[in-house]
């Protein structure tokens, strides 16, 4: 793992480096072949001059290199959210409260970052503009995960310290664990989403990926414009619960390992880990049987786009936001009301823990080869994305928080460990992944 922005800023601090010296460094990564497909809006002279400006002082990202997402406005750049269809849209006149925050902190934005078009995929394939390519794999090309993906990858290969994404049903998440990085998604209220191309306006959350869980924290407290409450508390001060229903299922022989390797060393460290029974998780296909609330929203808001430009839209997204169309507004509200129910009955479940350990996702990152764009792919597809969603979607509708953090070894494909809790427990599963982080560093 490259240096994180922590280390990062304490050499820069101590004159060990300089801005420049790191901006430098991260934009021979961004156009190099491990990057091809990630910028779909460069910025790298820019950047050398602003890296050069920068000034040290005490603001967290100084002069560092951040990318963004291209769901999110950046002034005088047009937001196309990965899609042809928007690409001859006007430019934002000014920028989203995620990327004015970031440059509050000092962030240097290095460029805009490929996505699943609309945001509207977990595996990261875009058929417009090329897929960024996993760089866990030095023989085979692996799909990124999405939506995040060229995110993921500009953080994973050292071009960015921090890549603003987004989570709608795991997509900060899923691509931090297919590249062996970390994504928290934080409660979605605590960062706002002005500014940035909607998929679900009911569970986008503005967070981030980065290279640690410190990095983490610092990135989150800039966006959140909060600060963490900080514990010291060991392991064993925490309450961790294993959902047996569904999270647990069809894990490749990879994550398998290791998961059970993961508990078996937080077990002997004194972890309180406790198997809990969470039936309401098997009950969430059935409530959004009509297509959930991204296939509505979404709808909403590209129908109108659709209805000239369809024709240049991805089939495998247009086909998910399609669903959307047939929903009436009995069926949506109705799916408001289901989830009410059913977050009040996941936090009678929940009670008296701390948080909750799951894999991120089920399996290891495939070859793209055997997902890239064609009718004879259109299945495989659309399961692999169903394994990805699976486990992360959860916290989305259950308004909560989650973190994902590497659990494999060195010789392994990435595999990611999500601790997670209900709304407004950000600091709990912040807290708590730090201690797991480095325990698991250990191995």
């Not at 603003?164 to 934080?186: C, H, M, Q, W, Y």
């Not at 610092?218 to 064993?236: D, F, G, K």
Request: glycine share 8%.
């Amino acid at each position: 793992m490259f240096a994180d922005l922590q280390t990062t800023r304490q050499r820069i601090r101590s004159a060990q480096s300089d801005p420049a010296t790191e901006m430098q460094r991260a934009i021979a990564v961004a156009e190099s072949s491990r990057c091809q497909n990630v910028f779909l809006q460069p910025a790298f002279d820019t950047a050398r001059v602003l890296a050069q400006d920068s000034r040290v002082g005490h603001r967290p990202l100084a002069g560092l290199a951040v990318s963004v997402k291209d769901l999110f406005d950046v002034a005088g750049q047009t937001t196309a959210a990965g899609s042809v269809a928007l690409g001859s849209g006007p430019a934002a006149s000014q920028d989203c409260a995620a990327v004015a925050r970031l440059r509050q902190a000092g962030a240097v934005l290095i460029g805009r970052t490929n996505m699943s078009e609309f945001a509207f995929s977990g595996v990261g394939i875009n058929p417009h503009f090329g897929t960024p390519i996993n760089p866990c794999d030095d023989h085979v090309a692996r799909i990124p995960g999405g939506s995040s993906s060229g995110a993921a990858v500009s953080v994973a290969t050292a071009a960015a310290f921090v890549g603003l994404g987004s989570d709608t049903g795991g997509s900060i998440r899923i691509p931090a664990a297919l590249t062996g990085i970390v994504g928290f998604k934080n409660t979605a209220r605590l960062v706002p989403t002005t500014g940035a191309v909607p998929l679900s306006t009911t569970l986008d959350t503005v967070c981030a990926l980065t290279r640690s869980v410190p990095d983490a924290i610092i990135v989150h407290e800039i966006l959140a414009q909060r600060v963490v409450t900080r514990s010291q508390a060991p392991l064993s001060a925490y309450r961790l619960g294993i959902p047996q229903t569904l999270m647990l299922d069809a894990l490749d022989p990879t994550v398998a390992r290791a998961w059970q390797r993961t508990i078996a060393r937080l077990h002997d460290a004194g972890a309180r880990l406790e198997t809990v029974a969470m039936p309401e998780i098997g009950e969430l296909h059935g409530i959004q049987a009509t297509g959930g609330f991204s296939a509505a929203e979404s709808y909403m808001q590209h129908r109108r786009m659709l209805e000239k430009q369809a024709h240049a839209c991805d089939p495998r997204v247009l086909a998910r936001i399609m669903r959307g169309a047939t929903m009436s507004a009995c069926e949506y509200l109705e799916l408001q009301q289901a989830r009410r129910a059913w977050i009040g009955r996941m936090n009678t479940r929940m009670l008296g823990f701390d948080a909750f350990l799951s894999p991120t996702v089920p399996i290891v990152a495939p070859p793209i080869a055997e997902l890239a764009p064609g009718a004879e792919r259109d299945e495989a597809f659309f399961r692999v994305n169903a394994l990805l969603l699976r486990n992360t979607s959860v916290i989305n509708m259950l308004d909560g928080c989650a973190i994902s953090i590497p659990c494999h070894r060195g010789e392994e494909l990435p595999v990611g460990l999500m601790i997670w809790a209900g709304t407004m427990s950000d600091d709990l599963v912040l807290n708590s992944a730090l201690q797991i982080e480095q325990l698991l560093q250990k191995q």
